[in-house]
């Protein structure tokens, strides 16, 4: 089977799932999955509050959520939430990037069947992210801020590295493919 053939197929396969490439598109398909998902699961409604239905956009959602996976008692949420939003702010092609990243999670994760499972759940997804951020801090010539935050993310997502290619699995984790 030629390249050609598989990303036409997997072009087939995306338009067969749904995927969504509008920042406004992905983040309604989000706020509609959550509000099933508590809806069918009360345990979750909270959760799904805090870090979802209570935002009104993708980028407040996306720097809470990551924020709330990496902080810890001397690094408190709150601050990690300013921190991302700031970096998503002075870039906003990290926001780019990560829709870009739940696109190619849902058209190439079967397990993933809507955006919010990626979104939520998938550490590899979270460590990008995290990574991105990092680099928008070293650019800006806050290394040490930079060097802080790929250390807590390896502790929280238990990623070894991530010098080649990346990419999320079914089961949460990164795969870290040679390059």
């Keep these: 089977m030629t390249k050609v053939s598989v990303v036409a197929q997997e072009i087939a396969a995306s338009r067969r799932r749904g995927v969504l490439a509008d920042e406004g598109k992905l983040w309604e398909k989000l706020r ?26 993708f980028p407040s959602a996306l720097g809470l959520l990551l924020a709330r996976k990496l902080a810890e008692y001397s690094m408190q949420a709150e601050q990690l939430d300013e921190i991302a939003r700031a970096a998503m702010a002075g870039d906003p092609g990290i926001i780019t990037a990560a829709i870009a990243d739940l696109v190619a999670i849902r058209t190439r994760d079967p397990a993933a069947e809507n955006y919010l499972r990626p979104f939520l759940y998938y550490k590899g997804f979270h460590a990008l992210q995290w990574h991105r951020i990092s680099h928008w801090l070293w650019s800006d010539g806050r290394r040490e801020l930079a060097h802080f935050l790929q250390s807590r993310v390896s502790q929280a997502c238990r990623l070894a590295r991530a010098d080649s290619a990346v990419r999320s699995s079914h089961q949460s984790r990164a795969e870290v493919l040679p390059g």
């Design 32 to 57: 509609l999955d959550a509000e099933r998902v508590a809806a069918g699961e009360e345990m979750l409604r909270g959760f799904l509050d805090l870090v979802v239905l209570h935002h009104d956009g």
